[in-house]
């Protein structure tokens, strides 16, 4: 089966403009979520999808960050404006409802670099 | 405090070497457990889950102790392609984030 596909692969922008990444789950999967790791730092939730609805977004770092999972299959997280400390690399998974636990499928990320 | 704290490292290591990495986690909460290896610049990967029971994947073994709120990898007879960061990852239950260490770095050398 396919894995989890994010899009673009990197992305610079200037400080000010908006980014829009994009990650397509695995076909059939429910679950759909976002983490990032800024420099230096651990990778971190920023929110879940069940479907097409926002289950858990408790890690969104503030309201520049726009998520949508419209028709429940792939996820757009769009940034703006982007902000320096907004660099980092965004990882997309996706998992199963049967596979609650038993960890989850990540893509290969989106290096964001903002200057 | 972190949530999950790990050695960052490096472990440098010989070819076919043991090493042993641990983790601990400060939400008793947590229900779920696992090992994440990830290569420089890639995705993070699932290396194993963790039970209570131990568990073990060929030359890796993963042990939980939960009243010590602590969790270990031991790989065995190293290898080179073992050189990655290994990340402790937990997850409490009823919620479906994961929560990481910053992980730990291991180089394996000829």
């Known amino acids: 089966e396919a894995g989890v596909t994010q899009f673009p692969s990197h992305s610079v922008i200037e400080k000010g403009q908006t980014v829009t990444l994009r990650c397509d789950p695995i076909?059939?999967?429910?679950?759909l979520y976002w983490y990032r790791r800024v420099m230096g730092k651990e990778i971190k939730f920023l929110l879940h999808f069940v479907k097409e609805s926002k289950q858990d977004e408790s890690g969104m770092p503030n309201n520049r960050f726009l998520a949508e999972r419209t028709g429940g299959t792939y996820s757009t997280l769009k940034v703006q404006p982007a902000e320096l400390e907004d660099s980092g690399v965004y990882f997309c998974?996706?998992?199963?409802?049967?596979?609650?636990?038993?960890?989850?499928?990540f893509g290969s990320g989106t290096r964001l670099t903002v200057v | 405090r972190k949530e999950v704290e790990q050695d960052p490292g490096p472990f440098n290591v010989p070819e076919g070497a043991t090493v042993a990495f641990n983790c601990t986690y400060s939400?008793?909460?947590?229900?779920?457990f696992f090992w994440y290896r990830q290569d420089c610049r890639k995705e993070p990967k699932l290396l194993m889950s963790v039970y209570s029971s131990g568990n073990e994947d060929g030359r890796f073994t993963a042990q939980l102790n939960r009243a010590s709120q602590y969790i270990s990898l031991l790989i065995r007879d190293s290898k080179l392609s073992d050189s990655a960061t290994y990340l402790c990852v937990v997850n409490e239950e009823g919620f479906q984030k994961l929560v990481f260490g910053t992980g730990t770095r291991l180089l394996v050398s000829p």
């Open positions: 939400n008793s909460a947590s229900q779920s």
């Open positions: 076909s059939g999967h429910d679950n």
């Open positions: 998974a996706s998992s199963h409802a049967r596979t609650l636990g038993r960890g989850y499928t």
